[in-house]
């Protein structure tokens, strides 16, 4: 009898030891898939960093085109401002010898 019953009393301790095994394992594969899931959030924020940061890259190249753009226009606005300037001072020299030779040409 005692024999059964100390064999009895090691099988509830291995079937205890067991079920507390499982809880610990339980807990364990809960807290690792946590952690799975921290570092997946962790590389989704690291790329969407990245990527906000590539987008930043992007609208500086792109505002510094925009400025050489608008600059190229300033200067080309600048260049037939001159143009228009010389033309208008042309067609004053031809008005005023227009003016003269129509003068000489009465006398």
Request: net charge negative; hydrophobic share 40%; charged share 20%.
């Amino acid at each position: 009898n005692t024999a059964f019953d100390t064999a009895a009393h090691a099988l509830c301790c291995n079937i205890k030891a067991t079920a507390q095994a499982n809880i610990v394992v339980s807990i364990l594969q809960a807290r690792c898939a946590h952690f799975e899931m921290h570092d997946i959030a962790q590389t989704r924020y690291e790329q969407d960093i990245s990527d906000l940061h590539k987008r930043l890259e992007q609208s500086e190249a792109n505002f510094s085109n925009g400025q050489s753009l608008v600059q190229a226009f300033a200067q080309g606005l600048q260049k037939t401002k001159l143009d228009l300037d010389r033309t208008c001072a042309s067609a004053a020299v031809a008005d005023v010898l227009l003016v003269a030779k129509e003068q000489q040409d009465q006398k």
